[in-house]
C-alpha cells in the first residue's frame, strides 16, 4: 500500500519537519551525537498523518522521539505540556540542537506517552488528582496504578487523547498485547480522522503495518524511508509464523554449533 496518506486534503500537519544544526555540534564523537541515525541526521520530513521510526536498539529512535518531544514542549517523561514532573533527568541535550519547522495549523490537544516511564506519569496523574479537585478525571474512579499495566496504558490512550492534537508515542507496544495493539490501530485511525499528527517510535509489526504510515529505519548509515513489508520486523514475524518449528530448529542449530 502507498505511504503518505494525508487524513483530509486540507490538514498538512502540525510539524512538517526537524532539522539538526549540524553547524553547533563540536564533536560527533560523543553522546547523543555519535548515535548512528543522529550522526547523519540533516532534515527529516513527517507525514501530516502518522510517520513511525524503526530500527534496531541502540540506533535512535527513542532518543530522536524524545528530542523532539521536549523540543516541542512536553515533559522529558511524558505527559501534556503542562507536565512537569521529574523522577531523575536523564533526557540529552539533542533538543538543543534541533530545530522543528512548525505547520501553520496548531494543534488543540497533545501527549508525549512513552512506556518506559508510564509508572512515573501514573503517580503524577494521581498526584494532580488528590491535590486539584479541578483536575479532569480522565481515567473514571480508579487510580492508573490500580490497573494492570495494559489496562492503564490503553486506557489513557482511549480518554485522554482528545483528537486535533500532536503526539508522540515511544514503543507503546511494551505495555500492550497483541490483541491491544490491534485495539490500538483503530484508536490511531479515530485520531487521524480527527486530524491529528502522530510520531511512533516502535518495534512492533502491528502497530508498523497501519494502512498509509511512513515508516523509516533508522540505521548505524543513516534514515531511509522503508515499506512496511521491506523491514526486517515484518519478514522475521512473517517468516517465524508460516514456519515457526522449522525457524527454531535452525535457529537453535546455529547456537549449537
Request: charged fraction near 25%; hydrophobic fraction near 40%; glycine fraction near 8%.
Amino acid at each position: 500500500m502507498a505511504n503518505d496518506e494525508t487524513p483530509t486534503l486540507s490538514f498538512r500537519g502540525f510539524l512538517r519537519a526537524v532539522r539538526l544544526r549540524r553547524d553547533a555540534v563540536e564533536s560527533f564523537a560523543g553522546y547523543p551525537f555519535s548515535i548512528p541515525a543522529i550522526r547523519h541526521l540533516e532534515r527529516l520530513e513527517f507525514s501530516p498523518g502518522l510517520t513511525i521510526l524503526i530500527g534496531e536498539n541502540g540506533v535512535g529512535k527513542s532518543t530522536l522521539a524524545e528530542a523532539i518531544a521536549v523540543k516541542w514542549g512536553f515533559n522529558a517523561e511524558g505527559g501534556s505540556r503542562n507536565f512537569r514532573f521529574e523522577t531523575k533527568a536523564t533526557h540529552s541535550v539533542l533538543r538543543d540542537y534541533l530545530v522543528l519547522e512548525r505547520g501553520v495549523s496548531r494543534p488543540t490537544d497533545g501527549f508525549f506517552l512513552r512506556a518506559e516511564s508510564f509508572y512515573a506519569l501514573a503517580t503524577e496523574v494521581d498526584r494532580l488528582d488528590a491535590s486539584d479537585p479541578g483536575f479532569v478525571k480522565f481515567f473514571a474512579d480508579r487510580s492508573l496504578h490500580e490497573q494492570s499495566h495494559g489496562e492503564a496504558f490503553l486506557n489513557l490512550l482511549n480518554h485522554r487523547l482528545l483528537g486535533h492534537g500532536f503526539y508522540i508515542f515511544d514503543e507503546p507496544e511494551a505495555a500492550l498485547s497483541p490483541g491491544r495493539q490491534l485495539a490500538v490501530l483503530v484508536l490511531l485511525k479515530r485520531l487521524l480522522a480527527q486530524q491529528s499528527q502522530i510520531i511512533m517510535a516502535t518495534h512492533s509489526p502491528i502497530l508498523m503495518g497501519f494502512p498509509g504510515a511512513r515508516i523509516y529505519q533508522l540505521r548505524p548509515e543513516g534514515i531511509a524511508q522503508v515499506e512496511y513489508e521491506e523491514t526486517e520486523h515484518y519478514q522475521i514475524t512473517r517468516d517465524f509464523m508460516n514456519s515457526w518449528e522449522s525457524y527454531l530448529r535452525h535457529l537453535f542449530c546455529e547456537e549449537e554449533t
